[in-house]
């Protein structure tokens, strides 16, 4: 189904602008070995061999966005400190816009430091202030969005909410009218705080957690029918257009409120699943810009999304090895 397909919407990811809005942040990994264990407490000592920052967050989603060869940009609210700098020090190294951050005296720059050995992660340390916007700082957000989607005027704007403060209810609602003003669709990887204010999106994202929590129910024995009624809650409650869910080993389920798809997972190596749901909105954000049928937006997603599961760390998608692995899972007939 998809292969016949696949190079013109590869070619066209590369047509694209994209608005990437939401909680951005440094990830900071300290890569080292254990050899013993600590004489002050039962904790294993780190020599660290290598320390690497990159970015993450909604960054990591624009990082996503580049790889499929769109142009990006991000619109953000970051403290007024040296943090700061460095995160634009990584969106220039990225060849990444750092135009739209805003500097703010009211909060620090989200910072979450990796601590990984042999492969595993053995600590994560977070340096955040997760309090909502203040009204300044959401008066500056949305007068700089508004300004970046009348200059830029993207074909997709993605919100990719990590809790930390930025999506708030009235930046979701004021960034969600802008859009609809200017016919512009939006892809949301919400979290759990403000789950239910994404009222008329196009495209909603939870992963299973999430939409369990958002909607305060259990799912029943029978998986596949109580999801669907699920997912047909989640659609009364926002009025949103499609709705994709991540199921970690399961798949993936999408549906517009009239067909309803259920792909499984793919055999995959996993290493580390952090990153993953960035991957999948990105792909998944791109593929609703070019108004592709709700299989192909699945499949694509679904794939994009184990595939950087097989490396450590926050990584984003590579755009060739996406393609390859979709022309080998989808053969022409």
Request: overall charge negative.
């Amino acid at each position: 189904m998809l292969t016949p397909q696949l190079p013109e919407i590869f070619e066209r990811f590369r047509t694209l602008r994209v608005v990437v809005l939401g909680d951005v942040m440094i990830d900071n990994y300290l890569w080292g070995d254990v050899k013993r264990i600590s004489p002050e407490a039962p904790v294993p000592v780190v020599s660290v061999t290598q320390t690497e920052n990159r970015l993450g967050g909604a960054a990591n989603v624009a990082l996503n966005v580049a790889a499929l060869g769109a142009e990006v940009h991000v619109c953000a609210v970051v403290g007024n400190d040296d943090k700061a700098v460095l995160l634009e020090e990584c969106f220039a190294k990225s060849g990444l816009e750092a135009g739209a951050l805003v500097r703010s005296d009211e909060r620090p720059t989200t910072v979450k430091t990796r601590i990984i050995s042999d492969g595993q992660h053995l600590l994560r340390v977070d340096q955040e202030n997760t309090h909502l916007l203040s009204d300044d700082e959401s008066v500056k957000l949305l007068a700089r969005l508004e300004q970046l989607l009348n200059d830029v005027k993207p074909h997709v704007l993605i919100m990719q909410d990590y809790n930390k403060g930025v999506l708030t209810e009235k930046v979701i609602e004021s960034a969600t009218e802008m859009c609809r003003m200017r016919e512009i669709p939006t892809a949301v990887d919400p979290k759990k705080d403000q789950f239910l204010s994404y009222r008329g999106v196009d495209l909603f994202k939870p992963n299973l957690k999430e939409l369990r929590e958002g909607l305060n129910l259990a799912l029943d024995t029978d998986f596949e029918v109580s999801l669907q009624n699920a997912m047909s809650a989640l659609h009364e409650k926002l009025g949103n257009r499609i709705s994709l869910v991540t199921l970690s080993e399961r798949g993936v389920a999408i549906t517009d409120n009239e067909r309803f798809e259920h792909l499984p997972a793919h055999d995959r190596k996993i290493i580390d699943v952090s990153g993953a749901g960035d991957t999948v909105i990105s792909v998944a954000a791109l593929c609703l810009a070019l108004n592709l049928d709700l299989r192909i937006i699945a499949a694509l997603s679904n794939l994009a999304g184990g595939l950087v599961c097989e490396q450590v760390g926050v990584v984003p998608i590579d755009a060739d090895h996406l393609y390859n692995e979709a022309c080998l899972l989808h053969p022409a007939r």
